[in-house]
Each structure stands twice: as structure tokens, then as C-alpha cells.
């Protein structure tokens, strides 16, 4: 009869060692890391953005800075898009940190498009005399 395995016995390529149980701190440090560090590479990725505007002496010249910028845009987004999801295997609360700030990115932006067309209505239901 053939010896079927032990089941105390981890698979092939698996490690014995349990997983390091994070601290408190730890945890706040890497959830902080996340949400920090997402608000201050976006924004310099923002700040570059807007302040690459040029007076460039062709109108080609200025779609194509255009066109540079969107492609740089869409790629950004997509490596925040991969580092979220690798990291949210490897660092969890790095990972979850990241997403809270962009959930409260937009928080901020519906709160202010909201306003903003309440603002702009406005005019709208106010009698005139």
C-alpha cells in the first residue's frame, strides 16, 4: 500500500514559519505610510503636471506637450494601480492606507463638485425683484 502523506507536513515550497504578527505601532506606521506617501507623490506628480505648461511657439508643439503629459498621466495611474494591488499582498496596511487616501480624494472632490453647482444654481431660485 502506498503511504499517503502526513497532513502536519506543509506542501512543497511552503515555509514552517508563521506569519510575524504586527504591533500597534507597526500597523499605524505602514497605514500611515500608505496614506502619506500617496498624498505626497501625487501631488508633486500634480504640481509637475500643471506647472509643465510652456509657451511653446507652435500650436503642434503645445498638443504634443499635451499628448506627453496625458500619456505620463495614464501610465502614472496605471503604476499606482499595480503598486496598490502588489501591495496590498505584501503590506496590507500600506496597501489599505493608500486606498483610504484615495477614497478620501474623492470625498473631497464630490464635496466640492456638490457645493460648486449649488453655488451655480443658486441664481436659479432666487427670486428676482
Same mark, same amino acid.
Given at each position: ?18 506569519k ?11 497605514? +500611515? @505610510?500608505?496614506?502619506?506617501?500617496w498624498?505626497?507623490?501625487? !501631488?508633486?506628480?500634480? /504640481? &509637475?503636471?500643471?506647472n *509643465?505648461?510652456f509657451?511653446?511657439p507652435?500650436?503642434?508643439?503645445n ?5 506627453f ?11 499606482? +494601480? @499595480? ?8 503590506? !496590507?496596511?500600506i496597501? /489599505? &492606507?493608500m486606498?483610504? *487616501?484615495?477614497?478620501l480624494?474623492l ?8 457645493t460648486q ?13
Open positions: 500500500m502506498a503511504e499517503q502523506p502526513e497532513s502536519d507536513k506543509p506542501a512543497e515550497g511552503t515555509s514552517n514559519k508563521p510575524k504578527q504586527l504591533t500597534r505601532n507597526e500597523i499605524i506606521r505602514d497605514f +500611515l @505610510i500608505g496614506f502619506v506617501g498624498w505626497i507623490i501625487s !501631488g508633486l506628480v500634480w /504640481l &509637475g503636471v500643471t *509643465a505648461t509657451t511653446l507652435s500650436r503642434i508643439w498638443e504634443l506637450l499635451a499628448l503629459e496625458l500619456i505620463f498621466l495614464l501610465l502614472f495611474f496605471l503604476t499606482q +494601480l @499595480i503598486a496598490l494591488i502588489l501591495l496590498a499582498f505584501r503590506r !496590507g496596511w496597501a /489599505l &492606507g486606498l483610504s *487616501a484615495i477614497a480624494n470625498m473631497i472632490t464630490l464635496f466640492i463638485g456638490l453647482n449649488a453655488f451655480c444654481f443658486a441664481p436659479f431660485f432666487v427670486p428676482l425683484r
